[in-house]
């Protein structure tokens, strides 16, 4: 059984940096094949992919926040984590950890979420 | 980055009835789409991906086609539990995006 879970710190000032947790069960980000991602919703809004990393230490980020984004793992605790580096009001949102699948059909490579955690609130607010 | 725009933005359906929702990406995605359903406070669940292969569990009446540019996603006997909102999301290409999502509501 696939589980993830988020953790975060609820609330916190402008220009302070966000540190998010995954702590995941059921797969391990060790396998060949296996990533987490990072993606955001603001309330009401819709979805936005943050970062994905992968069982390689292979990471990509939204070019939007690249400069902001910093996704890394613990895979001896089965843990990913992402850290977004000064913050502002406009990241307020829902943040989902989400396991990443992949399908390959010949040269091409097909890229899914098909678990997810349950999300966690940040507030930025001064 | 490729664009995926959804439609309609919302729509309500009678019990039974038949519900097609479209995507359309702003160049080939060579059926790199997924599909979500997402319930009120709660998060996304994967239902088609490969434009057309059924995430297990998925009930049969869920069923993506389509390729490339223009997918969707249909519903062919409406149900109550399937309320909420439904995104799509292509795969082919970071930064993988979604569409702006659409929501289903019964009639």
């Known amino acids: 059984q696939v589980t993830l879970k988020e953790s975060g710190p609820g609330i916190l000032q402008p220009s302070q940096t966000l540190s998010l947790t995954c702590t995941f069960s059921?797969?391990?980000?060790?396998?060949?094949?296996?990533?987490v991602g990072w993606i955001r919703q603001p309330s009401g809004k819709g979805l936005e992919w943050l970062a994905n990393?992968?069982?390689?230490?292979?990471?990509y980020y939204n070019p939007s926040l690249k400069n902001r984004l910093t996704i890394s793992k613990d895979t001896s605790n089965n843990q990913a984590f992402l850290k977004i580096t000064n913050v502002d009001t406009a990241d307020t949102a829902t943040y989902y950890c989400?396991?990443?699948?992949?399908?390959?059909?010949?040269?091409?490579?097909?890229?899914?979420?098909?678990?997810w955690g349950q999300g966690v609130m940040v507030t930025v607010s001064s | 980055d490729i664009q995926m725009t959804q439609s309609p933005a919302s729509l309500s359906a009678s019990l039974g009835e038949t519900v097609t929702i479209q995507c359309q990406a702003s160049e080939d995605i060579y059926s790199g789409l997924a599909w979500y359903q997402q319930k009120p406070g709660k998060s996304p669940q994967l239902l088609i991906y490969?434009?057309?292969s059924l995430q297990d569990g998925v009930p049969s009446r869920f069923s993506g086609s389509g390729s490339g540019t223009q997918y969707s996603l249909k519903i062919s006997s409406m149900q109550t539990e399937d309320e909420g909102v439904y995104f799509c999301?292509?795969?082919?290409?970071?930064?993988?995006?979604f569409g702006s999502g659409t929501k289903l509501e019964i009639k």
């Open positions: 490969g434009a057309s």
């Open positions: 989400a396991r990443t699948s992949f399908i390959t059909m010949m040269v091409l490579i097909w890229w899914y979420f098909d678990y």
């Open positions: 999301q292509q795969g082919l290409k970071y930064p993988l995006t």
């Open positions: 990393i992968w069982w390689d230490d292979d990471k």
């Open positions: 059921g797969f391990s980000l060790s396998t060949y094949g296996m990533g």
